[in-house]
């Protein structure tokens, strides 16, 4: 399935883009960047050169994807999210070698308009609400809210909020799969 690019956006030579991905209005993505299939790329998004996307990956509008972001299969990036890759800037200040690599792994879901702030990960099939401004690590299933942002429960990889407590020890099973989820020693992991 050949790769769809919209007349209004720019690809810079060399970029790799994926079979069947799909390149929306007034996109720009630099040469340098690894871009994997069937990802889909909407109005106004920016993708820099040290950047890999995984396989699978939805990029609403509005979303930069700046050096040293990378993204594993099948993450959701929402409407307007925020990914930055320095900690501390200033505009007279040159820090392009100070960019702090920042990991999404598989499956996870970052809300509209939230911030992930450089430097952390976020684990497999995590939840970002909406908003949340993220500077820490997020645990695999986890799901957080707030500024900042704040654990409040787990999710399942279809995505749906899990009946466990944020920390302690339990088992649930994702009422839409029949997946069995186990909690203890404060991660989640399929039973």
């Not at 950047?51 to 409407?79: M, R």
Request: contains cysteine.
């Amino acid at each position: 399935m050949p790769v769809t690019i919209h007349p209004s956006a720019i690809v810079d030579e060399g970029a790799q883009i994926g079979e069947g991905s799909r390149v929306w209005h007034f996109v720009h993505v630099c040469g340098g960047a690894k871009i994997g299939k069937n990802v889909s790329m909407g109005q106004g998004v920016f993708v820099g050169n040290k950047v890999t996307i995984g396989d699978n990956c939805k990029i609403q509008n509005n979303v930069s994807v700046y050096d040293n972001v990378h993204l594993e299969e099948g993450v959701f990036c929402g409407p307007s999210m925020v990914f930055t890759n320095v900690y501390n800037p200033r505009s007279l200040i040159e820090r392009k070698d100070e960019y702090l690599n920042t990991i999404v792994r598989r499956g996870a879901s970052l809300g509209a308009n939230c911030t992930i702030v450089c430097g952390v990960t976020i684990g497999r099939y995590a939840f970002i609400g909406a908003g949340a401004v993220v500077n820490k690590d997020v645990p695999d299933y986890a799901l957080v809210v707030g500024v900042p942002a704040k654990q409040i429960g787990w999710m399942s990889e279809f995505g749906e909020q899990l009946n466990l407590p944020v920390s302690g020890e339990g088992e649930t099973v994702c009422a839409h799969t029949g997946t069995k989820y186990q909690l203890k020693n404060g991660q989640l992991s399929k039973a």
